[in-house]
């Protein structure tokens, strides 16, 4: 089973900046089916991008995914107050998920 | 506009059954693989089962299997969980989800109800 490691943990950003976060497959991930999600707290996640490049619907273009293989990338390019969550990647085999990174907005 | 939302969880005993229900609306349900993805407590996401468009296909996580059953009702656009021998593991907010699917793996999963929490606990 391929197991998602995402970095880093917390990430800490002020409003404007650019986050880069990550996602390490353990094995290559199926034709780069993975998924990005953001979630709020108390709320559910919403899919932001999948095949690791295409945007969902209504979501901003400031938000990119990038990658092949084992390394993945979501660029949130100019970060806004609302984008405090915690980020999720999801790859195709078994529907995995990695442990998250938390971006909060100083 | 899709919506699911999902009813039925509640406070249960370790070894006892529960089952939670989704309803769907927006969209033509018959035409999507539907599935249910958990989240513990302070922790990540886990996908927990899925079913294809008719039924006919069923896919369970391993730590579930023998134990829980989805299913699904497509003249009344539901989706089911049937959780039988429940235990503490099992405490989480469990999501209804469309997904994009190929047997028991998924592409994605583009909508997501707002959740129901399932507490086991004596």
């Known amino acids: 089973e391929i197991v998602l490691t995402q970095s880093p943990g917390t990430l800490s950003l002020s409003p404007g900046e650019r986050a880069t976060l990550s996602c390490r497959a353990s094995?290559?991930?199926?034709?780069?089916?993975l998924a990005w999600y953001q979630q709020k707290p108390g709320q559910a996640p919403r899919l932001l991008i999948y095949?690791?490049?295409t945007r969902a619907t209504g979501i901003p273009d400031r938000f990119s995914g990038s990658g092949s293989g084992t390394d993945f990338t979501l660029t949130i390019s100019r970060l806004e107050p609302e984008d405090s969550a915690v980020y999720y990647c999801?790859?195709?085999?078994?529907?995995?998920f990695g442990g998250g990174t938390k971006v909060e907005i100083k | 506009e899709v919506q699911l939302v999902e009813s039925g969880g509640d406070l249960v005993q370790p070894g006892g059954s529960l089952r939670l229900s989704c309803a769907a609306s927006?969209?033509?349900?018959?035409?999507?693989?539907m599935a249910w993805v958990r989240q513990a407590p302070g922790k990540g996401l886990e996908w927990g089962a899925n079913?294809?468009?008719?039924?006919?296909?069923?896919y369970h996580v391993d730590s579930v299997k023998g134990r829980f059953t989805i299913s699904r009702d497509n003249a009344k656009n539901s989706l089911y969980l049937q959780m039988n021998s429940l235990r503490a593991e099992d405490t989480a907010v469990y999501y209804c989800?469309?997904?994009?699917?190929?047997?028991?793996?998924?592409?994605?999963?583009?909508?997501w109800g707002r959740g129901t929490l399932v507490t086991v606990s004596s």
């Open positions: 989800a469309r997904g994009y699917c190929s047997g028991g793996s998924c592409y994605y999963f583009d909508s």
């Open positions: 927006g969209f033509t349900f018959s035409s999507f693989w």
């Open positions: 079913i294809n468009q008719d039924g006919s296909e069923k």
């Open positions: 094995q290559s991930v199926s034709g780069n089916y």
């Open positions: 095949g690791a490049s």
């Open positions: 999801q790859q195709f085999g078994r529907s995995t």
